[in-house]
């Protein structure tokens, strides 16, 4: 899920540089790509339900859910994405792909 999500921005722009940088990414020593386990399922539920309770965050789908809970569940120090708007949206440290790739 996450790699498919980092994958859209290079495909919106057709930039097979862009596509290149997140391969090159996504095998840097110390970046792992995770299957989701219904650990991390119940963890999504439990994330996206309480943001849907507490009216924060009314537009959190599950796959941002899922995302979320599988970067806690194993201990994550940052998750790594295209949408601006997780800027300060989870408990994790987060690193918008738009900006690595502009200083890269």
């Known amino acids: 899920m996450t790699e498919a999500e980092l994958l ?3 495909e919106q722009k057709r930039s097979p540089e ?11 020593d110390g970046i792992y790509v995770i299957n989701t386990d219904r650990r991390i399922a119940r963890r999504a539920a439990a994330i996206r339900g309480a943001a849907l309770r507490q009216g924060t965050d ?14 806690i569940e194993t201990g ?7 949408d601006g ?8 440290p987060f690193v918008y792909l738009k900006d ?5």
Do not use: F, Q
């Open 100 to 104: 690595a790739v502009t200083n890269h």
């Open 85 to 92: 708007a997780w800027r300060g949206r989870t408990e994790i």
């Open 18 to 28: 862009a596509a290149e940088i997140v391969r090159d990414l996504l095998s840097e």
């Open 58 to 71: 009314k537009k959190m789908a599950i796959p941002d859910a899922i995302i979320i809970a599988t970067a």
């Open 76 to 82: 994550c120090d940052a998750i790594v994405g295209n």
């Open 8 to 10: 859209v921005y290079a």
